[in-house]
């Protein structure tokens, strides 16, 4: 398998513009998280899903984030409008049963820079 | 809400053993899992404790103690290769997984 693939890998926007970030999780996994990463907040859960069904999005900082998975292999997190306190690498990970296993597998994250 | 805490950094030499802490308030644990990050790179699973105890994966060993809510990462024969992020992360009811700040740990020569 390939792992979980992310794209992009690096994004430059101007504030104000819609953000769209890409994952596929590794097939046969039922569980798929997105996550924050930034020096001052370290690896802050967004969203989560079980089986395509977001169970936990208490993590969305506003309005302005919102995470669909459409289907078993592919999820999707859009920021509209962007702001600059966006900018952080966001990873989106799968796991089988990482409530029992605590295992999970990271893609490459996306970087994103907004200007 | 839950809460992790870990040191934020740790120095070591070659060849050294370290042990980098993890205390956690939280509901509904599971577990406990640690990660390792090498300069921004995708976050790697190291270990997992669901119960109390040892838990040992070559140089890597994981401690848990639920009663005290705490665990730790011990890291033998240091190399410098283990320079990077290490982050505990507790597992909670439903999938749930949230990771502690993380602590850079530095080998030295």
């Known amino acids: 398998d390939a792992g979980v693939i992310q794209s992009p890998r690096h994004e430059v926007t101007e504030m104000g513009q819609e953000v769209t970030l890409r994952c596929k999780p590794i097939s046969g996994h039922d569980y798929l998280f997105w996550y924050r990463q930034t020096m001052m907040r370290g690896l802050e859960l967004l969203i989560y899903f079980n089986n395509n069904v977001p169970i936990d999005d208490s993590g969305m900082p506003e309005d302005r984030f919102s995470a669909k998975m459409p289907n078993a292999s592919f999820s999707t997190l859009k920021i509209q409008p962007s702001e600059p306190r966006d900018s952080a690498v966001y990873f989106c990970?799968?796991?089988?049963?990482?409530?029992?296993?605590?295992?999970?597998?990271f893609g490459e994250g996306s970087r994103l820079t907004v200007l | 809400g839950q809460s992790l805490e870990q040191p934020s950094e740790v120095t070591a030499v070659e060849g050294a053993i370290v042990q980098i802490n993890c205390t956690y308030q939280t509901s509904g644990f599971y577990g406990l899992s640690w990660y390792q990050q090498h300069d921004g790179g995708a976050p790697t699973f190291l270990s997992y404790?669901?119960?109390?105890g040892l838990e040992e994966t070559g140089r890597f060993s994981s401690f848990l103690s639920r009663s005290d809510s705490y665990g730790y990462l011990l890291l033998q024969e240091l190399q410098m290769k283990d320079s990077a992020s290490y982050f505990c992360?507790?597992?909670?009811?439903?999938?749930?997984?949230?990771f502690g700040q993380g602590t850079e740990l530095s080998v030295k020569p």
């Open positions: 990970a799968s796991g089988g049963i990482s409530g029992l296993t605590g295992e999970l597998f």
């Open positions: 404790n669901a119960l109390d």
């Open positions: 992360a507790v597992g909670l009811q439903g999938g749930k997984l949230i």
